[in-house]
């Protein structure tokens, strides 16, 4: 080792102490902690001079520091039973050796490191008074499905079409747990005007049309809520559109790039659309938004898989005995429930040249559009009514419209 790199550790060292030391003296009133910056300059010099020296040399000071440490923790514990500086200062020791061969890993860890220390306060104040205990199950199990479950699938089709993957139908279940804690989280920080739409786009991974049933039950109930409501059930369209992309292009992605462009016009025209009624509501001040205990339904995340491992299994069945025509079928009749279940479907279609079959692109994708808006613009009229129908049936409209044209345009 040159002195030129010799010198880079020990500064790298040096700075790694002085920062965190800087900040936990700053958390802390004058003579109530026992190691503030000078305390933690000189432990990250300690280490980087003695992991020069050796390994022998460098375990010695860890463990006088450790000895250190027990001591002064039995001095502080009866006022202050907390651990954090005591390993705070062992990690500094630490971080300088690392530092000696590492520089710019050593001091990026330092960094996260301090920046942990200083939002002390912000995070006791998440984890004891903000974050609720259902939520916390909540973020446990998309931890588990996505970290735990999600490894231990098999990436290989395992039905006898070799169409079913169980690794990617779960990832879809995790997309959806995923989706479901943004928006619960989006629920809680945003205000009224903003609180109901994005209820409503957030509920759209899950079901547009369930969200479009009951919002026309809420613009039923409370007229005054109507265009609001209207919009919170346009937005989980806009959602499902989203979802149905992305099953798309994890399933079919020549004919994902077929089509963006259409489905990109449909979601900004069905976009203004729900801006405006937004902008010509009037919101009571005596409105609450209630959010709901769960983030997310695992049933309905389940639910949606299951359906979308049937839709697939039923359209290879299909295509086996009658062609793309089977399959067509299929994604036609699911799309008249969800769009993005249907998409799959339509994947199962002839994969030769998909990016240039005009059956694919206008009978699989614009005909799955239209079935799914007129299944949800007789819902709005069955359920919410007139007004409120007539609002849904704008929206998709501009919809449908949106991606024809987009698709003439481009010569389809």
């Known amino acids: 080792m040159n002195w030129d790199e010799s010198s880079l550790g020990l500064l790298t060292a040096l700075s790694i102490g002085f920062l965190i030391g800087t900040v936990r003296e700053r958390l802390h009133r004058p003579g109530a902690m026992k190691a503030g910056v000078r305390t933690h300059v000189i432990v990250a010099l300690t280490g980087a001079i003695t992991f020069g020296m050796g390994t022998p040399f460098f375990i010695t000071a860890l463990l006088v520091t450790g000895f250190m440490m027990t001591i002064g923790y039995h001095q502080s514990a009866p006022k202050d039973p907390g651990m954090t500086g005591e390993f705070t200062l062992f990690l500094t020791m630490v971080l300088a050796g690392l530092a000696t061969t590492q520089a710019s890993r050593a001091t990026a860890i330092g960094v996260m490191v301090a920046g942990l220390l200083l939002v002390k306060k912000p995070l006791h104040k998440f984890s004891q008074e903000i974050l609720t205990e259902h ?53 809680r920080v945003a205000d009224v005007r903003w609180g109901l739409p994005l209820a409503g786009f957030f509920s759209g991974f899950i079901s547009s049309t369930a969200a479009v049933a009951e919002y026309g039950h809420k613009a039923h109930d409370k007229p005054a809520f109507e265009s609001m409501a209207s919009a919170a059930a346009l937005l989980s369209v806009l959602s499902s559109l989203m979802l149905f992309t992305l099953v798309l292009a994890a399933s079919a992605p020549e004919l994902l790039r077929s089509v963006a462009w259409p489905l990109v016009a449909a979601g900004i025209a069905l976009s203004l659309v729900a801006a405006y009624f937004i902008q010509h509501t009037e919101i009571p001040d005596s409105f609450q938004l209630t959010s709901a205990k769960h983030a997310f339904k695992t049933t309905h995340a389940l639910m949606i898989a299951t359906t979308i491992s049937a839709v697939i299994l039923c359209a290879a069945w299909l295509k086996s005995y009658f062609g793309d025509s089977g399959a067509f079928a299929t994604s036609v009749i699911v799309g008249l429930v969800e769009i993005h279940a249907a998409a799959v479907g339509i994947s199962q279609l002839s994969h030769s040249d998909l990016a240039q079959s005009a059956f694919a692109r206008w009978g699989g994708v614009i005909a799955i559009l239209a079935s799914s808006a007129m299944s949800k613009i007789f819902l709005a009229y069955f359920i919410g009514g007139l007004r409120y129908g007539h609002r849904i049936a704008i929206g998709l409209a501009s919809l449908l419209g949106a991606a024809i044209l987009c698709m003439l345009g481009l010569g389809g």
């Open 135 to 187: 939520e916390l199950e909540d973020a446990l199990m998309l931890f588990a499905s996505a970290l735990v479950v999600l490894p231990l699938l098999p990436t290989a089709p395992i039905d006898p079409w070799h169409a079913l993957n169980p690794y990617a139908m779960w990832k879809i279940v995790v997309l959806i747990m995923g989706v479901g804690m943004l928006g619960h989280v989006c629920m």
